[in-house]
C-alpha cells in the first residue's frame, strides 16, 4: 500500500513568506507526527495529532509555527513569517495508534525540504 | 527532558567487518527504544524496536541491539557489513512521560567500502 506523502518535495520562499506544507498519511492510521531535521542533526519532534486534535504541540518553536488536521487526515504545516532559520527538512509521521503506551511503529514520509532565503 | 546521545558521528568499514553503533538516552524510566536507517535518497525506516521482553531485539537485514537497561544503552550491531548498509543510522527512543514523541539522536553516518 501507500506510505506516507509529502508534497512539495522541495519548497523554496524568501524571509517573510508563509509556506505551507503538507502531509497525507497512511490510510487508517490515527496519529500524525510532524519532525524538523536540520542538517547534521537528527529529527526533532514539533507537534503530535491524534485525530483531529492536537495532542501535544510541545514542540513547535515559536507563534509562526501552526498546524491543523481538520478531518483527522491529511495535515497541513503553516509557517508565518518565515526566517532563514526555519530552513530544514520537514518530516511527516504517521502510525496506527497513538494513545500513550500505544506501541505503534511511527512510518516517515519523504520529507519536505524549506529553503529560505 | 530526556535526550538521545550517539557518541559516533561518522563510521567508516570494510566490507565484513563487523559493526557497533552507540546509542546512550537519559531517562530512568520505560522506554521503548527504536533504531532507523536513512538509506541515500530513501526517508527513514525502521530497523528494529525494543518495546519489552527480551533484551536483544532482531531487526531487517541482519541487524540486531541490545537494551542494557543499567547503562542506558541501546547499541546496534551487525556482524558483517555490505556495501549496502551505507546509510544514516538515527537511535530514538519514546518515554512514558512524554506522550508518542520520538526523541531522536544526531545520526551516524556510516560508509561501507567495497
Known amino acids: 500500500g501507500a506510505g506516507v506523502s509529502q508534497t512539495p518535495s522541495n519548497k523554496v520562499t524568501e524571509k517573510g513568506k508563509y509556506v505551507e506544507l503538507r502531509c497525507d498519511p497512511i490510510s487508517g492510521h490515527t496519529a500524525l507526527y510532524w519532525y524538523r531535521q536540520s542538517l547534521g542533526q537528527g529529527p526533532e519532534f514539533l507537534i503530535y495529532f491524534q485525530g483531529t486534535g492536537a495532542a501535544d504541540d510541545s514542540g513547535l518553536p515559536n507563534d509562526r509555527f501552526f498546524a491543523v488536521r481538520p478531518e483527522g487526515s491529511v495535515s497541513t504545516l503553516k509557517i508565518q513569517r518565515t526566517e532563514r532559520g526555519d530552513s530544514a527538512v520537514y518530516l511527516c509521521?504517521?502510525?496506527?495508534?497513538?494513545?500513550?503506551?500505544?506501541?505503534?511503529?511511527?512510518?516517515f514520509g519523504p520529507g519536505t525540504r524549506l529553503t529560505v532565503l | 527532558a530526556q535526550s538521545v546521545s550517539q557518541h559516533n558521528h561518522h563510521v567508516i568499514l570494510s566490507e565484513a567487518a563487523s559493526l557497533e553503533l552507540g546509542c546512550n538516552y537519559s531517562?530512568?524510566?520505560?522506554?521503548?527504544l527504536f533504531w532507523y536507517v536513512q538509506y541515500p535518497g530513501q526517508h527513514l525506516q525502521l530497523l528494529l524496536k525494543?518495546?519489552?521482553?527480551?533484551?536483544l531485539v532482531k531487526g531487517i537485514k541482519g541487524f540486531e541491539a541490545e537494551f542494557i537497561k543499567s547503562k542506558f544503552s541501546f547499541n546496534l550491531r551487525k556482524p558483517s557489513v555490505q556495501w549496502s548498509d551505507t546509510a544514516e543510522y538515527f537511535c530514538?527512543?519514546?518515554?512514558?512521560?512524554?506522550?508518542?514523541?520520538?526523541?531522536f539522536g544526531g545520526g551516524t553516518r556510516l560508509m561501507v567500502k567495497p
Open positions: 509521521a504517521s502510525s496506527q495508534s497513538g494513545t500513550s503506551g500505544g506501541v505503534g511503529e511511527q512510518f
Open positions: 531517562y530512568g524510566g520505560t522506554v521503548n
Open positions: 525494543y518495546f519489552s521482553g527480551d533484551p
Open positions: 530514538a527512543v519514546k518515554t512514558n512521560n512524554a506522550g508518542n514523541m520520538l526523541t
